[in-house]
């Protein structure tokens, strides 16, 4: 018989946090500088662990310490972006999306940790970040 701890750490160990950030930025005419992107993710993957700190798939999540699961995925652009963001607000998935200010733009969009399974369907015609 396992122990009582086991079955949590199991599911814990499939949590993933997807980051969803916009491909076209580091692309011309955009030509964002690659830091400048990475932070767009960083600030919305915070801002997701942040707003849902008490949920118990993020509290897991971030117990993990350095086994921690990130998935970065590309949207092409703002509008697949928005698309996205729209499905997942209708299917009640949590999630962040980054505005870059003060020019207003939406850049990056982040979920709060989740069991892969549950939010995967979602995501799958989105391409790992190049």
């Known amino acids: 018989m396992a122990a009582p701890g086991a079955a949590a750490a199991a599911a814990?160990?499939?949590l993933v946090q997807y980051v969803v950030l916009r491909g076209d930025l580091g692309r011309p005419p955009r030509s964002w500088p690659l830091g400048a992107v990475v932070a767009q993710g960083c600030h919305a993957a915070?801002?997701?662990a942040h707003a849902h700190r008490q949920h118990p798939d993020t509290r897991?999540?971030?117990e993990l310490g350095g086994a921690m699961r990130t998935v970065v995925l590309e949207a092409p652009d703002e509008a697949a972006l928005t698309a996205l963001a729209e499905t997942l607000k209708q299917h009640g998935i949590d999630h962040e999306v980054w505005t870059e200010q003060p020019e207003n733009m939406a850049t990056c969009l982040a979920l709060r940790p989740y069991p892969?399974?549950?939010?995967h369907q979602h995501l799958?015609?989105?391409k790992l970040l190049k």
């Open 60 to 62: 897991a999540y971030l």
């Open 46 to 48: 915070l801002a997701a």
């Open 124 to 126: 799958k015609k989105f």
């Open 116 to 119: 892969k399974d549950q939010v």
């Open 12 to 14: 814990a160990a499939q």
